[in-house]
């Protein structure tokens, strides 16, 4: 009878102890990927505008759709995204936006994740590259 509590006891240990780690491991997967997607979306749209050859920018409004475009491209995990554009300039090169992931965790909680980047285009080092 003993060995039966200590089976029983020693199983549910460690299926809490793997949804801990599944868990856990889930949330740092999440939240590399919205870092490294958010950093490519940025990189993307600045070197369309650094460029300028594909098309130029006519507006903010533009620059924005460009940018939330090449987001939605890298993501590949089924969550709810929130996007604010902090602040967007295209003349002056300027991109600061904060992304925030809500998904699910297995066991059916809400999880959230964040990334907040800001990135300038410095137009001297481009026009010296050429």
């Not at 997607?37 to 460009?66: C, H, I, N, T, W």
Request: glycine share 6%.
């Amino acid at each position: 009878m003993k060995q039966i509590i200590f089976g029983v006891t020693a199983g549910m240990i460690l299926v809490l102890f793997l949804g801990i780690i599944i868990s856990v491991h889930g949330r740092t997967l999440r939240q590399d990927e919205t870092e490294q997607s958010l950093e490519a979306a940025m990189q993307s749209v600045m070197k369309k505008l650094a460029d300028g050859k594909e098309y130029p920018f006519a507006d903010r409004e533009e620059f924005v759709a460009d940018f939330l475009e090449a987001l939605l491209v890298q993501l590949n995990s089924d969550s709810d995204l929130t996007v604010h554009i902090l602040k967007a300039d295209e003349k002056k090169g300027l991109l600061s936006v904060e992304v925030v992931e809500t998904y699910r965790h297995p066991n059916g909680e809400t999880g959230k994740v964040s990334a907040r980047r800001t990135m300038i285009l410095d137009t001297v080092a481009e026009t010296q590259r050429r």
